[in-house]
């Protein structure tokens, strides 16, 4: 059954232009991926009767999925399937579809098809205002591949969850906090979404609601970002989670990970203690893949401060260059300050000047320009294929004194003492932390993109300050700037 599914949809993504698909964020579920979707619930074996929720349906490839499993349960004799699809194209696709599985099951199945936008349709159920449903409707299965698409902060959509938004959000998130909303008491959810949500600011309150209405159970990963979605070209680092409708935090996660969508039958498995995974303030989730990685979790977070906590702070480099042309010089004048961009942080020393074009800005204005004082440079921007994420630098102003201002480009990011500056040997200290193989492996963890994010390096659990100026002294005392020493120095810190 569900390979005919897959065989229809197959031949509507041939005849519909990708353009016209794009506008609706869709992207196929392949057949062996929703097969493992719908594998994932937990069925108890006394439910008669079973009520599923798939928005965003598509052409119905993972309702067809969760049915083919439900057949197989003789307990399950009466399905109901209630769909969300507002995509006229695909619409009638998806009608068939369902009756195809509706008139080969020996269940008895009730379809419901709602053409209404999922999101704005339940804007005044979910913010509890007078005129919604006293009592929406829950569904005891949330199954969905919900659409990738950024919308802006003012769409209906973001306007409908101010409780998760934040800046300009993503369909894909807002569909899994309504997921969550209509889920019943103990109900799970199977969501396959990008793994960007995982960390950073933007998507702050929405894991603030998800992990504290539910909790992650299972979370599965792919070691290629190119093999999720057949026939379609997706490059987003793309998981897949199952949450369940809870506030008892269980003790466990389990980790799943394959190469692609086609190998499921050749998975590993890591089981991690769900307060390792799901950590902070800010519920960052944690995609740990070995043993190894658990590790360097747990031994990090032995920590219980951050950068803020002791005085310090990661920000972003001040100058867009391609914005400030006018101001930007290749050679010294009168006037000018250097503007330090990523090419010169080298050998874990900032060096300058190295002969690049724009080495220098001449301005006024005080929002690009900042106190020529001790710094940790940290680049914000590497290559996929480079061994390590954090790149880092000591920046000395006592290496520059012709100057009182400096400035620094915005694909780097530093490190600045809150109130006062920062001395050498904490400098060095912080060196010690961001060129350890320990706080890049950690950070990969955290994130995986290759970029550097301030929010999340300033979320990371480090030693107190005085810990910290100690490593910095026994670095300055070697003057061994490489990672195996800076490894060794931190170790006696972690034990």
């Not at 599923?52 to 993972?62: E, F, K, R, T, V």
């Not at 999925?65 to 507002?86: D, F, M, P």
């Not at 970002?225 to 269980?250: A, G, S």
């Not at 004082?373 to 996929?384: D, G, I």
Request: overall charge negative; hydrophobic content about 35%; proline content about 4%.
């Amino acid at each position: 059954m569900l390979d005919y599914i897959i065989e229809r949809t197959n031949k509507y993504i041939d005849s519909m232009p990708k353009k016209e698909r794009k506008k609706y964020g869709q992207f196929f579920t392949s057949k062996e991926t929703a097969r493992f979707m719908a594998g994932l619930y937990n069925i108890s074996c006394d439910k008669s009767k079973v009520s599923i929720l798939d928005a965003g349906a598509g052409s119905g490839i993972l309702s067809c999925a969760l049915i083919e499993r439900l057949e197989k349960i003789a307990s399950v004799q009466a399905i109901e399937l209630t769909c969300y699809e507002n995509d006229d194209n695909i619409l009638e696709l998806l009608k068939e579809n369902l009756y195809i599985c509706k008139e080969n099951s020996k269940k008895d199945i009730q379809i419901y098809i709602i053409t209404d936008n999922y999101i704005t349709s339940q804007y005044l159920d979910f913010n509890h205002m007078l005129g919604g449903n006293p009592e929406p409707k829950k569904y005891d299965m949330v199954i969905g591949n919900p659409p990738y698409m950024k919308i802006p902060k003012g769409a209906p959509e973001a306007a409908a969850m101010p409780e998760v938004c934040y800046g300009a959000p993503n369909l894909y998130f807002i569909f899994a906090a309504m997921g969550l909303f209509n889920l019943d008491c103990n109900g799970e959810l199977v969501y396959i979404i990008p793994r960007s949500w995982t960390s950073g600011a933007y998507f702050t309150r929405f894991r603030h609601y998800f992990l504290t209405e539910g909790k992650l159970e299972h979370i599965h990963l792919f070691a290629s970002r190119n093999k999720v979605f057949d026939k379609e070209d997706v490059l987003q680092e793309t998981i897949i989670i199952k949450i369940k409708k809870t506030y008892q935090v269980p003790e466990k996660v389990t980790i799943t990970s394959s190469q692609s969508n086609s190998d499921f039958d050749n998975l590993t498995s890591l089981t991690v203690p769900y307060n390792l995974v799901v950590s902070g303030n800010d519920f960052y989730v944690y995609l740990v893949t070995d043993e190894k990685e658990v590790s360097v979790l747990e031994q990090l977070h032995k920590f219980n401060k951050t950068l803020p906590d002791i005085g310090l702070k990661m920000k972003t480099g001040l100058t867009v260059d391609f914005r400030n042309r006018e101001k930007l010089r290749d050679d010294e004048e009168e006037g000018a300050i250097p503007l330090f961009y990523s090419q010169h942080i080298k050998q874990g020393e900032v060096q300058f000047p190295i002969q690049k074009e724009h080495e220098y800005i001449v301005t006024d204005q005080k929002g690009l320009m900042q106190e020529n004082r001790n710094y940790l440079f940290v680049k914000r921007f590497t290559a996929k294929e480079e061994r390590r994420r954090l790149q880092c630098g000591v920046y000395l102003s006592k290496k520059y004194p012709q100057y009182t201002k400096i400035s620094t480009q915005n694909k780097i990011n530093f490190i600045d003492g809150l109130v006062t500056e920062m001395s050498e040997c904490l400098v060095y200290g912080l060196y010690v932390i961001f060129n350890s193989d320990l706080y890049d492996e950690y950070y990969r963890i955290l994130n995986g993109s290759t970029q550097v994010n301030s929010t999340e390096i300033n979320a990371m659990p480090v030693p107190d300050l005085e810990c910290i100026q100690e490593m910095g002294k026994k670095l300055m005392k070697s003057k061994d700037m490489s990672e195996e020493n800076c490894n060794m120095i931190l170790e006696g810190y972690c034990g």
